[in-house]
């Protein structure tokens, strides 16, 4: 069974940071690059940042520079340190995959996600 579970979320006022956390299941964590993703209202959900194994990352231009992401192999957790946060980063956050696992043992793979809200 795959499990990702997602938290750290909440209201910040922009220019704000927020500190995201994902506990991923070894199924999941030790094979794959991770990714953190996040939809707003309307609008596809989108790969925002990614990292592998060995710790190489890459990042959507949009958030380049102010968005970090990391994550601790012993502990199968996937973070994502966000600073000078924007509205337009007003989303709901996923981690996955990177690719993204949509199913996996007949169960769907994609977890609830935390939702970040960037407003005044």
């Known amino acids: 069974q795959v499990q990702l579970v997602e938290s750290g979320g909440g209201l910040v006022q922009p220019g704000g940071s927020l500190r995201l956390s994902c506990a991923a299941s070894?199924?999941?964590?030790?094979?794959?690059?991770m990714g953190w993703y996040r939809q707003a209202p309307g609008k596809r959900r989108e790969l925002v940042a990614s990292?592998?194994?060995?710790?190489?990352?890459n990042y959507a231009d949009s958030v380049k520079g102010r968005f970090t992401i990391s994550r601790d192999n012993a502990k199968n957790m996937v973070y994502l340190q966000m600073n000078s946060l924007k509205p337009e980063d007003t989303a709901v956050y996923y981690c996955?995959?990177?690719?993204?696992?949509?199913?996996?043992?007949?169960?769907?793979?994609w977890g609830q996600g935390t939702q970040v809200t960037v407003s005044s």
């Open positions: 996955n995959a990177d690719p993204p696992i949509e199913w996996y043992g007949g169960n769907y793979a």
């Open positions: 070894e199924n999941i964590f030790e094979i794959n690059a």
């Open positions: 990292v592998t194994e060995s710790g190489s990352t």
